[in-house]
């Protein structure tokens, strides 16, 4: 997965807005872009953040410093142990999907995070 310089959030974009998964960094304002998986938003996303960066200083405008440093503060990766009975339901739904377990897991955190940031 391609690592990005900035943090950023992901979340799934509602049927009406045009589905798959929005990301956003928030130190770059109105830096954002889409994509059908959480991994193709993520692509997507450092060609925008590579493209707003550029179009700041092309423009002689300062680019923000990142907030934190993305690469030391976090690892990407989280150890996490499952009910027997959850591990196999998972399994399962990801081989239905034609998905890897980290694949069908990674989307169901962004959905329940981005369902999250939507309520009032």
């Known amino acids: 997965m391609t690592k990005l310089a900035y943090p950023f959030t992901i979340r799934p974009l509602l049927p009406d807005e045009g589905g798959g998964y929005l990301i956003e960094f928030p130190d770059l304002p109105?830096?954002?872009s889409d994509g059908e998986t959480?991994?193709?938003?993520?692509?997507n996303g450092k060609d925008a953040m590579q493209g707003w960066?550029?179009?700041c200083k092309k423009l002689g405008r300062p680019v923000p410093k990142p907030t934190i440093r993305v690469e030391s503060a976090y690892s990407g990766k989280v150890l996490q142990r499952f009910p027997?009975?959850?591990?196999?339901?998972l399994a399962l739904q990801a081989k239905r999907e034609g998905v890897s377990l980290n694949q069908l897991i990674l989307a169901l955190?962004?959905?329940?995070?981005?369902?999250r940031d939507v309520r009032p």
Request: proline content about 4%; some cysteine; charged content about 25%.
């Open 30 to 32: 109105g830096c954002m």
């Open 38 to 43: 959480p991994e193709e938003a993520i692509t």
């Open 53 to 55: 960066i550029a179009a």
């Open 84 to 89: 027997k009975t959850l591990h196999a339901k």
């Open 109 to 115: 955190v962004a959905e329940g995070l981005g369902r």
